[in-house]
């Protein structure tokens, strides 16, 4: 069963900084597209960032670039997301999702997500 | 950037009944269009892909056409776990994009 996890959201003032985690398991993690989608309170989806399997081809959304990176550790199964000058509007549950095996294709599988909050 | 609209916002269905939602893409996004549904405090699942081809799991009462611009998803008898918030994302260009979701609530 796949199964992805994420963790490392809370409270964070606006201005800071915050690592998000996404713990994979039930694939093999190497061979698949990662992605992160977040949703604000409330509202709809909103795709934040892509990253093919061996890290060769990275994508972000307009509104993040510059200020998030998205990273994988393939030897550990997991994905990352760093986030620094975080604003208000980043307020969202982030959720981790698998792609394909290759970039720009539809999420098969996701977390249950973790709330990031941006307040001060 | 692509813009996705989803219509209605809202659509009342009673169950057993059939329920019909659209999507539109501001540009051809080719037949590069994923359907998802959402339930409270759940992250999203997928439901159809390649805009119309059904994601491992997912009954057949859920199906999806069109390509280009018009896409639809039908669920021809909606049952009680249906009830949910339906997304549509074009993979076709970066960004990627969604909609803005269609509730489908009990009537």
């Known amino acids: 069963e796949v199964l992805l996890v994420e963790s490392g959201g809370g409270l964070v003032k606006p201005g800071g900084s915050l690592r998000l985690s996404c713990a994979a398991s039930g694939f093999t993690f190497s061979h698949y597209c990662m992605n992160w989608v977040r949703q604000a309170p409330g509202k709809g989806l909103e795709w934040v960032s892509s990253i093919t399997s061996s890290s060769d081809d990275i994508h972000y959304a307009d509104s993040v670039k510059g200020r998030f990176t998205i990273s994988r550790d393939n030897a550990k199964n997991s994905l990352y997301l760093q986030m620094n000058s975080l604003r208000a509007e980043d307020t969202a549950v982030y959720y981790c999702a698998r792609g394909w095996a290759y970039s720009g294709s539809p999420f098969d599988n996701w977390g249950q997500g973790t709330l990031v909050t941006v307040s001060s | 950037e692509i813009v996705m609209t989803q219509s209605p916002a809202t659509l009342s269905v009673s169950p057993g009944e059939r329920a019909t939602l659209s999507c539109r893409a501001s540009?051809?996004?080719?037949?590069?269009l994923a359907w998802y549904q959402q339930k409270p405090g759940q992250g999203p699942r997928l439901l159809i892909y390649g805009a119309s081809t059904r994601a491992t799991g997912i009954p057949a009462r859920f199906s999806g056409s069109g390509s280009g611009t018009e896409f639809t998803l039908t669920i021809s008898s909606l049952q009680s776990e249906d009830f949910a918030v339906y997304y549509c994302?074009?993979?076709?260009?970066?960004?990627?994009?969604f909609g803005g979701g269609t509730k489908v609530e009990i009537k």
């Open positions: 994302q074009q993979y076709n260009n970066w960004p990627l994009t």
């Open positions: 540009q051809s996004v080719s037949s590069n």
